[in-house]
Protein backbone atom coordinates (compact mmCIF):
# COMPACT_ATOMS: atom_id res chain seq x y z
CA UNK A 1 0.00 0.00 0.00
CA UNK A 2 1.08 3.49 -0.86
CA UNK A 3 3.59 1.99 -3.48
CA UNK A 4 3.67 3.39 -7.41
CA UNK A 5 1.47 1.21 -9.05
CA UNK A 6 3.86 1.19 -12.08
CA UNK A 7 7.34 0.49 -10.53
CA UNK A 8 6.21 -1.05 -7.56
CA UNK A 9 8.77 1.04 -5.27
CA UNK A 10 7.33 3.19 -2.53
CA UNK A 11 7.11 6.53 -3.58
CA UNK A 12 9.87 9.57 -2.09
CA UNK A 13 9.11 12.40 -0.19
CA UNK A 14 7.57 15.31 -2.12
CA UNK A 15 8.87 18.78 -1.69
CA UNK A 16 6.45 21.70 -2.60
CA UNK A 17 7.13 25.54 -3.02
CA UNK A 18 3.88 27.53 -1.44
CA UNK A 19 3.59 31.13 -1.47
CA UNK A 20 1.04 33.57 -0.90
CA UNK A 21 -1.09 35.79 -2.72
CA UNK A 22 0.76 36.20 -6.30
CA UNK A 23 -0.87 39.89 -7.78
CA UNK A 24 0.35 40.36 -11.17
CA UNK A 25 -2.17 43.12 -11.98
CA UNK A 26 -2.20 46.66 -12.55
CA UNK A 27 1.34 47.98 -11.76
CA UNK A 28 3.07 44.85 -12.41
CA UNK A 29 1.40 43.70 -15.41
CA UNK A 30 2.46 47.40 -16.68
CA UNK A 31 5.77 46.93 -16.87
CA UNK A 32 5.38 43.70 -18.44
CA UNK A 33 6.05 43.19 -22.31
CA UNK A 34 2.50 43.45 -23.72
CA UNK A 35 0.90 46.09 -20.88
CA UNK A 36 -3.46 45.59 -20.80
CA UNK A 37 -5.79 48.55 -20.59
CA UNK A 38 -4.43 50.75 -17.75
CA UNK A 39 -7.98 51.39 -16.89
CA UNK A 40 -9.17 51.07 -12.93
CA UNK A 41 -12.48 51.62 -10.94
CA UNK A 42 -11.18 52.79 -7.93
CA UNK A 43 -12.02 55.32 -6.06
CA UNK A 44 -8.60 57.15 -5.79
CA UNK A 45 -7.23 55.55 -8.54
CA UNK A 46 -8.21 55.47 -12.56
CA UNK A 47 -4.86 54.19 -14.16
CA UNK A 48 -2.80 51.36 -13.00
CA UNK A 49 0.30 53.45 -14.45
CA UNK A 50 -0.25 55.23 -11.26
CA UNK A 51 0.88 52.32 -8.95
CA UNK A 52 4.03 52.62 -11.11
CA UNK A 53 4.36 55.90 -10.38
CA UNK A 54 3.93 55.26 -6.57
CA UNK A 55 6.48 52.68 -6.50
CA UNK A 56 9.13 54.60 -8.83
CA UNK A 57 8.90 57.46 -6.30
CA UNK A 58 9.48 54.69 -3.01
CA UNK A 59 11.63 52.46 -4.63
CA UNK A 60 13.27 54.04 -7.70
CA UNK A 61 13.07 53.69 -11.21
CA UNK A 62 11.56 50.63 -13.46
CA UNK A 63 12.85 48.87 -15.94
CA UNK A 64 10.20 50.23 -19.17
CA UNK A 65 9.82 46.85 -20.46
CA UNK A 66 10.59 44.26 -18.64
CA UNK A 67 11.00 40.43 -19.43
CA UNK A 68 8.53 38.05 -18.07
CA UNK A 69 10.62 36.77 -15.28
CA UNK A 70 11.02 40.00 -13.63
CA UNK A 71 8.51 39.98 -11.20
CA UNK A 72 9.96 36.82 -10.16
CA UNK A 73 13.56 38.31 -9.39
CA UNK A 74 15.69 36.00 -7.36
CA UNK A 75 13.37 33.60 -6.45
CA UNK A 76 13.90 31.80 -9.69
CA UNK A 77 17.28 30.91 -8.74
CA UNK A 78 15.92 29.59 -5.01
CA UNK A 79 13.33 27.78 -6.61
CA UNK A 80 16.59 26.45 -9.31
CA UNK A 81 18.20 25.62 -6.41
CA UNK A 82 15.65 24.29 -4.31
CA UNK A 83 13.85 22.13 -7.17
CA UNK A 84 10.52 21.59 -5.57
CA UNK A 85 8.15 18.97 -7.26
CA UNK A 86 4.99 21.24 -7.60
CA UNK A 87 4.65 24.70 -7.62
CA UNK A 88 1.21 26.23 -5.73
CA UNK A 89 0.72 29.74 -5.77
CA UNK A 90 -2.72 31.80 -4.75
CA UNK A 91 -3.29 34.02 -8.10
CA UNK A 92 -4.98 36.89 -7.14
CA UNK A 93 -5.20 38.37 -10.57
CA UNK A 94 -7.71 37.46 -13.68
CA UNK A 95 -5.90 37.16 -16.76
CA UNK A 96 -8.40 38.74 -19.50
CA UNK A 97 -8.94 41.57 -21.37
CA UNK A 98 -12.44 41.67 -20.02
CA UNK A 99 -13.57 45.02 -19.58
CA UNK A 100 -16.87 44.17 -17.29
CA UNK A 101 -15.73 44.70 -14.32
CA UNK A 102 -17.36 44.07 -10.55
CA UNK A 103 -19.58 46.72 -9.55
CA UNK A 104 -19.41 46.84 -6.36
CA UNK A 105 -15.92 46.18 -5.85
CA UNK A 106 -12.97 49.30 -5.41
CA UNK A 107 -9.99 46.94 -6.59
CA UNK A 108 -9.71 44.66 -10.00
CA UNK A 109 -7.14 43.19 -10.83
CA UNK A 110 -6.06 41.54 -14.67
CA UNK A 111 -2.97 40.74 -16.34
CA UNK A 112 -2.86 40.58 -20.23
CA UNK A 113 -3.21 37.24 -21.41
CA UNK A 114 -0.11 38.19 -23.49
CA UNK A 115 1.79 38.48 -20.69
CA UNK A 116 1.02 34.61 -19.36
CA UNK A 117 4.60 33.96 -19.82
CA UNK A 118 5.58 35.35 -16.12
CA UNK A 119 3.63 32.32 -14.87
CA UNK A 120 5.18 29.82 -17.27
CA UNK A 121 9.08 31.10 -16.72
CA UNK A 122 8.52 30.73 -13.00
CA UNK A 123 7.27 26.89 -13.55
CA UNK A 124 3.90 26.88 -12.04
CA UNK A 125 1.95 24.10 -11.52
CA UNK A 126 -1.16 25.10 -9.85
CA UNK A 127 -2.91 28.34 -9.69
CA UNK A 128 -5.46 28.78 -6.64
CA UNK A 129 -7.94 30.96 -7.82
CA UNK A 130 -10.82 30.51 -5.09
CA UNK A 131 -9.89 34.28 -3.84
CA UNK A 132 -11.39 37.58 -3.75
CA UNK A 133 -10.34 38.79 -7.36
CA UNK A 134 -10.48 36.00 -9.37
CA UNK A 135 -14.16 37.65 -10.59
CA UNK A 136 -12.82 41.15 -10.51
CA UNK A 137 -13.53 40.92 -14.34
CA UNK A 138 -16.38 38.93 -14.30
CA UNK A 139 -17.46 35.47 -15.48
CA UNK A 140 -15.93 36.36 -18.79
CA UNK A 141 -12.84 37.29 -17.28
CA UNK A 142 -13.13 33.65 -14.80
CA UNK A 143 -13.70 32.20 -18.60
CA UNK A 144 -10.53 33.56 -20.37
CA UNK A 145 -8.60 32.72 -16.61
CA UNK A 146 -9.21 29.48 -16.81
CA UNK A 147 -8.99 29.03 -20.25
CA UNK A 148 -5.63 30.78 -20.87
CA UNK A 149 -4.02 29.15 -17.79
CA UNK A 150 -4.96 25.68 -19.10
CA UNK A 151 -4.03 26.37 -22.66
CA UNK A 152 -0.43 27.29 -20.83
CA UNK A 153 -0.62 23.90 -18.98
CA UNK A 154 -1.09 24.93 -15.71
CA UNK A 155 -4.06 23.30 -13.25
CA UNK A 156 -6.43 25.86 -11.65
CA UNK A 157 -8.04 24.80 -8.31
CA UNK A 158 -11.07 26.97 -6.80
CA UNK A 159 -12.91 28.13 -9.40
CA UNK A 160 -14.93 26.39 -12.62
CA UNK A 161 -17.51 26.83 -15.05
CA UNK A 162 -19.67 25.28 -12.42
CA UNK A 163 -19.81 24.10 -9.24
CA UNK A 164 -19.33 20.85 -9.24
CA UNK A 165 -16.02 21.90 -11.40
CA UNK A 166 -14.91 24.65 -8.85
CA UNK A 167 -15.17 22.14 -6.42
CA UNK A 168 -12.79 19.36 -8.10
CA UNK A 169 -9.50 18.92 -6.96
CA UNK A 170 -6.32 19.85 -9.17
CA UNK A 171 -4.34 16.81 -9.66
CA UNK A 172 -0.50 17.15 -10.26
CA UNK A 173 1.01 13.81 -10.94
CA UNK A 174 4.35 13.62 -10.29
CA UNK A 175 6.95 10.51 -11.29
CA UNK A 176 8.54 8.99 -8.96
CA UNK A 177 6.53 10.90 -5.89
CA UNK A 178 2.74 10.09 -6.42
CA UNK A 179 -0.06 12.73 -7.17
CA UNK A 180 -0.60 15.78 -5.34
CA UNK A 181 -4.39 16.91 -4.86
CA UNK A 182 -5.01 20.30 -4.36
CA UNK A 183 -8.89 21.79 -3.14
CA UNK A 184 -9.56 25.46 -2.70
CA UNK A 185 -11.68 27.13 -1.06
CA UNK A 186 -12.43 31.21 -0.86
CA UNK A 187 -14.24 32.12 2.34
CA UNK A 188 -16.49 35.00 3.43
CA UNK A 189 -13.86 36.32 5.75
CA UNK A 190 -11.60 36.90 3.88
CA UNK A 191 -14.50 39.28 1.50
CA UNK A 192 -15.28 36.41 -0.87
CA UNK A 193 -18.83 37.93 -2.14
CA UNK A 194 -21.35 34.86 -2.02
CA UNK A 195 -22.67 36.14 -4.90
CA UNK A 196 -19.14 34.59 -6.60
CA UNK A 197 -20.11 30.90 -5.34
CA UNK A 198 -20.11 28.39 -8.26
CA UNK A 199 -24.04 26.76 -9.06
CA UNK A 200 -24.98 24.57 -11.14
CA UNK A 201 -25.09 26.50 -14.51
CA UNK A 202 -22.66 29.45 -13.71
CA UNK A 203 -18.95 30.14 -12.97
CA UNK A 204 -17.84 31.14 -9.57
CA UNK A 205 -15.85 29.89 -7.23
CA UNK A 206 -15.62 26.95 -4.54
CA UNK A 207 -17.35 28.85 -1.72
CA UNK A 208 -16.96 28.26 2.14
CA UNK A 209 -19.81 30.68 4.29
CA UNK A 210 -18.38 29.65 7.35
CA UNK A 211 -15.89 27.15 9.49
CA UNK A 212 -18.28 24.64 10.86
CA UNK A 213 -17.43 21.08 11.45
CA UNK A 214 -19.80 19.71 9.04
CA UNK A 215 -18.03 21.64 6.49
CA UNK A 216 -14.92 20.18 7.16
CA UNK A 217 -16.84 16.62 6.91
CA UNK A 218 -18.14 17.41 3.73
CA UNK A 219 -14.87 18.18 2.37
CA UNK A 220 -13.53 15.10 3.91
CA UNK A 221 -16.12 12.89 2.50
CA UNK A 222 -15.35 14.43 -0.96
CA UNK A 223 -11.37 14.26 -0.63
CA UNK A 224 -12.33 10.48 0.25
CA UNK A 225 -14.26 9.59 -3.11
CA UNK A 226 -11.44 10.88 -5.40
CA UNK A 227 -7.96 10.27 -3.01
CA UNK A 228 -5.79 6.77 -3.64
CA UNK A 229 -3.64 5.65 -2.04
CA UNK A 230 -0.27 7.70 -1.66
CA UNK A 231 -1.81 11.13 -2.76
CA UNK A 232 -0.77 14.13 -0.77
CA UNK A 233 -3.45 16.10 -0.42
CA UNK A 234 -3.36 20.35 0.45
CA UNK A 235 -6.36 22.13 1.38
CA UNK A 236 -6.12 25.98 -0.37
CA UNK A 237 -8.07 28.72 1.94
CA UNK A 238 -8.38 31.96 1.31
CA UNK A 239 -9.68 33.13 4.89
CA UNK A 240 -9.49 35.91 7.16
CA UNK A 241 -8.52 39.33 7.15
CA UNK A 242 -5.69 41.32 5.87
CA UNK A 243 -4.16 42.36 8.98
CA UNK A 244 -3.96 41.02 12.23
CA UNK A 245 -1.66 37.82 14.03
CA UNK A 246 -4.55 36.11 15.62
CA UNK A 247 -5.73 32.71 14.45
CA UNK A 248 -9.92 32.94 15.42
CA UNK A 249 -10.32 29.80 17.56
CA UNK A 250 -13.01 28.91 14.55
CA UNK A 251 -10.43 28.31 12.18
CA UNK A 252 -8.03 26.87 14.38
CA UNK A 253 -10.74 24.30 15.23
CA UNK A 254 -11.87 23.70 11.60
CA UNK A 255 -8.20 23.36 10.37
CA UNK A 256 -8.06 20.85 12.82
CA UNK A 257 -10.99 19.06 12.18
CA UNK A 258 -9.77 18.80 8.11
CA UNK A 259 -6.61 16.92 9.61
CA UNK A 260 -8.34 14.69 12.09
CA UNK A 261 -11.19 13.80 9.21
CA UNK A 262 -8.09 12.68 7.02
CA UNK A 263 -8.97 15.31 4.32
CA UNK A 264 -5.59 17.49 4.16
CA UNK A 265 -1.89 16.74 5.00
CA UNK A 266 -1.17 19.87 4.40
CA UNK A 267 -3.49 23.66 4.75
CA UNK A 268 -2.45 26.46 2.71
CA UNK A 269 -3.50 29.32 4.57
CA UNK A 270 -3.34 33.30 2.46
CA UNK A 271 -5.34 36.27 2.73
CA UNK A 272 -3.39 38.65 5.23
CA UNK A 273 -0.95 40.92 3.29
CA UNK A 274 1.75 39.89 5.79
CA UNK A 275 2.99 36.41 7.45
CA UNK A 276 1.29 34.71 10.30
CA UNK A 277 2.15 31.49 11.95
CA UNK A 278 2.64 28.03 11.36
CA UNK A 279 1.37 25.01 13.03
CA UNK A 280 1.83 21.34 12.82
CA UNK A 281 -0.70 19.53 14.02
CA UNK A 282 -0.17 15.71 14.33
CA UNK A 283 2.82 16.21 11.96
CA UNK A 284 0.71 18.09 9.04
CA UNK A 285 1.47 21.67 8.31
CA UNK A 286 -0.97 24.41 9.29
CA UNK A 287 0.23 27.76 7.39
CA UNK A 288 -2.55 30.50 8.91
CA UNK A 289 -1.41 33.08 6.39
CA UNK A 290 1.28 32.92 3.64
CA UNK A 291 1.66 36.60 3.16
CA UNK A 292 1.54 38.56 -0.15
CA UNK A 293 4.39 37.02 -2.65
CA UNK A 294 4.22 39.81 -5.37
CA UNK A 295 2.19 42.90 -5.38
CA UNK A 296 1.86 46.36 -6.67
CA UNK A 297 1.62 48.06 -2.89
CA UNK A 298 4.97 50.35 -3.15
CA UNK A 299 4.04 53.78 -2.01
CA UNK A 300 1.41 52.85 -0.40
CA UNK A 301 0.84 53.93 3.61
CA UNK A 302 -0.10 51.85 6.58
CA UNK A 303 0.55 49.00 8.28
CA UNK A 304 4.10 49.85 7.90
CA UNK A 305 4.32 47.40 12.05
CA UNK A 306 2.99 44.59 9.68
CA UNK A 307 6.23 44.68 7.16
CA UNK A 308 3.69 43.70 4.08
CA UNK A 309 7.20 43.89 2.01
CA UNK A 310 8.56 41.27 3.93
CA UNK A 311 7.47 37.62 2.50
CA UNK A 312 8.83 33.83 2.53
CA UNK A 313 9.01 31.06 -0.04
CA UNK A 314 7.36 27.89 1.62
CA UNK A 315 9.14 24.49 1.27
CA UNK A 316 7.31 21.45 3.06
CA UNK A 317 8.55 17.89 2.22
CA UNK A 318 5.98 15.23 3.14
CA UNK A 319 6.08 11.67 2.88
CA UNK A 320 3.60 10.71 0.28
CA UNK A 321 2.67 7.09 1.90
CA UNK A 322 1.48 8.38 4.84
CA UNK A 323 1.53 12.60 4.17
CA UNK A 324 3.60 13.42 7.18
CA UNK A 325 5.93 16.31 7.37
CA UNK A 326 9.23 15.08 6.91
CA UNK A 327 10.64 18.95 6.75
CA UNK A 328 9.70 22.39 6.45
CA UNK A 329 12.12 25.00 5.21
CA UNK A 330 11.49 28.92 4.46
CA UNK A 331 13.82 31.17 2.48
CA UNK A 332 13.29 35.21 3.61
CA UNK A 333 12.27 37.62 0.94
CA UNK A 334 11.41 41.35 0.33
CA UNK A 335 9.11 42.62 -2.77
CA UNK A 336 10.71 45.89 -4.23
CA UNK A 337 10.76 47.83 -7.36
CA UNK A 338 7.74 45.19 -8.04
CA UNK A 339 10.18 41.88 -7.77
CA UNK A 340 10.59 39.26 -5.34
CA UNK A 341 14.91 39.81 -4.26
CA UNK A 342 16.37 38.16 -0.87
CA UNK A 343 15.48 40.44 2.14
CA UNK A 344 17.89 42.22 3.83
CA UNK A 345 19.43 41.10 6.70
CA UNK A 346 17.22 43.64 8.89
CA UNK A 347 14.12 42.17 7.11
CA UNK A 348 15.32 38.69 7.93
CA UNK A 349 15.86 39.46 11.28
CA UNK A 350 12.13 40.76 11.65
CA UNK A 351 10.74 37.73 9.47
CA UNK A 352 12.30 35.26 12.11
CA UNK A 353 11.39 37.18 15.23
CA UNK A 354 7.96 36.87 14.11
CA UNK A 355 7.52 33.74 12.62
CA UNK A 356 9.19 32.13 15.57
CA UNK A 357 7.11 34.44 18.10
CA UNK A 358 3.67 33.47 16.22
CA UNK A 359 4.68 29.60 15.92
CA UNK A 360 5.50 29.11 19.16
CA UNK A 361 2.05 29.66 20.25
CA UNK A 362 1.67 26.03 18.21
CA UNK A 363 4.41 24.46 19.94
CA UNK A 364 7.21 25.16 16.63
CA UNK A 365 10.63 26.36 17.18
CA UNK A 366 11.95 28.25 14.00
CA UNK A 367 15.93 27.77 13.41
CA UNK A 368 17.91 30.70 11.33
CA UNK A 369 21.13 29.15 9.48
CA UNK A 370 23.38 32.34 9.69
CA UNK A 371 24.94 31.80 6.62
CA UNK A 372 21.81 31.43 4.03
CA UNK A 373 19.48 32.83 5.98
CA UNK A 374 16.79 30.31 5.22
CA UNK A 375 14.80 29.03 8.28
CA UNK A 376 13.80 25.35 9.46
CA UNK A 377 11.23 24.58 11.70
CA UNK A 378 11.06 22.55 14.47
CA UNK A 379 8.47 20.63 16.36
CA UNK A 380 7.09 17.66 18.17
CA UNK A 381 7.26 14.53 15.65
CA UNK A 382 4.83 12.29 17.49
CA UNK A 383 1.15 12.29 17.32
CA UNK A 384 -0.83 14.25 19.37
Not at 79 to 92: D, T
Not at 154 to 175: C, L, N, P, W, Y
Not at 276 to 282: L, T
Amino acid sequence: MGEDSWSGIAPQPLRLFLCGDVMLGRGIDQILPHPGDPQLFEPCVRSAADYMKLAQRATGKLPSAAGYAYPWGDALAVLEERQPQARIINLETAVTTSDAHWPDKSVHYRMHPANLACLTEAGIDCCVLANNHALDWGSAGLEETLRFLHDAGIRTAGAGRDAEQAAAAAIVDIAGHGRLLVYAYGCATAGVPQAWAATARRYGINFLPDYSLERADAIARRVARGRRAGDVVLISLHWGGNWGFGVSSPERAFAHRLIDAGAADLIHGHSSHHIRGIEIYRGKPVLYGCGDFLNDYEGIRGHENYRPDLTLMYFPVVESTRGSLVEFTAVPMQIRHLRAGRAPQEGVSWLHATLARESARYGVDVERDEHTNAFTLRWERAAR
